[in-house]
T-cell receptor, first 113, second 113 residues
Framework: AQTVTQSQPEMSVQEAETVTLSCTYD???????LFWYKQPPSRQMILVIR??????QNATENRFSVNFQKAAKSFSLKISDSQLGDAAMYFC??????????FGKGTRLSVIA | DTEVTQTPKHLVMGMTNKKSLKCEQH?????MYWYKQKAKKPPELMFV???????INESVPSRFSPECPNSSLLNLHLHALQPEDSALYLC????????????FGEGSWLTVV
């Protein structure tokens, strides 16, 4: 079965500090996409960042960056200079080729002022 | 701002009612999805439409009936629902349903009484 594991159900970070959310996945595919989605209390699922598996360079979007380790099947999200608006549920997800998006169980991030 | 629009944002219905959830996207995407999300859980895939044809039905009960009138619209018809069907229903779209970024709407909160 193709799975995504987020081992940290909850995390907290001080405002302006850096936090890393972990994600591992299991696939036999060689070509796939990886994503981090953010879901604030409003419940809209917002795309934070995506990574194509064939690209070795780690994706970056402003304060958000990933550490993609293909051999280890690891895809962690780093949030720098954390802001109160970053508080949300974060889902790691991937598309393993011919099947739709597979989600992890999520990590709830709290930001402390 | 989301480019996937869902209506209504909130719906309360009785178990004998018939109602519909609507979704619209104007990004020219050819794949559209319905997901169901319970509190503190990741979204669960219900249906996938590709080029206006139903591609995936994740063994969803027949009281949920999807419809894709054209490439921009996706409906979810609801009939004889149960209280356990109360959830957030998320519509999403992507360029194609294989190895593409999926964009979500804000969701429709459904309460069955």
């Amino acid at each position: 079965a193709q799975t995504v594991t987020q081992s940290q159900p909850e995390m907290s970070v001080q405002e302006a500090e850096t936090v890393t959310l972990s994600c591992t996945y299991d696939t036999s595919e060689s070509d796939y996409y990886l994503f981090w989605y953010k879901q604030p209390p409003s419940r809209q699922m917002i795309l934070v960042i995506r990574q194509e598996a064939y690209k070795q360079q780690n994706a970056t979007e402003n304060r958000f960056s990933v550490n993609f380790q293909k051999a280890a099947k690891s895809f962690s999200l780093k949030i720098s200079d954390s802001q109160l608006g970053d508080a949300a549920m974060y889902f790691c997800a991937y598309i393993p080729g011919n099947t739709p998006l597979v989600f992890g169980k999520g990590t709830r991030l709290s930001v402390i002022a | 701002d989301t480019e996937v629009t869902q209506t209504p944002k909130h719906l309360v219905m009785g178990m004998t009612n018939k109602k519909s959830l609507k979704c619209e996207q104007h990004m020219g995407h050819r794949a559209m999805y319905w997901y169901k999300q319970k509190a503190k859980k990741p979204p669960e895939l219900m249906f996938v439409y590709s080029y206006e044809k139903l591609s995936i039905n994740e063994s969803v009960p027949s009281r949920f009936s999807p419809e894709c009138p054209n490439s921009s619209l996706l409906n979810l018809h609801l009939h004889a629902l149960q209280p356990e069907d109360s959830a957030l229903y998320l519509c999403a779209s992507s360029q194609g349903w294989r190895v593409n970024t999926i964009y979500f709407g804000e969701g429709s909160w459904l309460t069955v009484v």
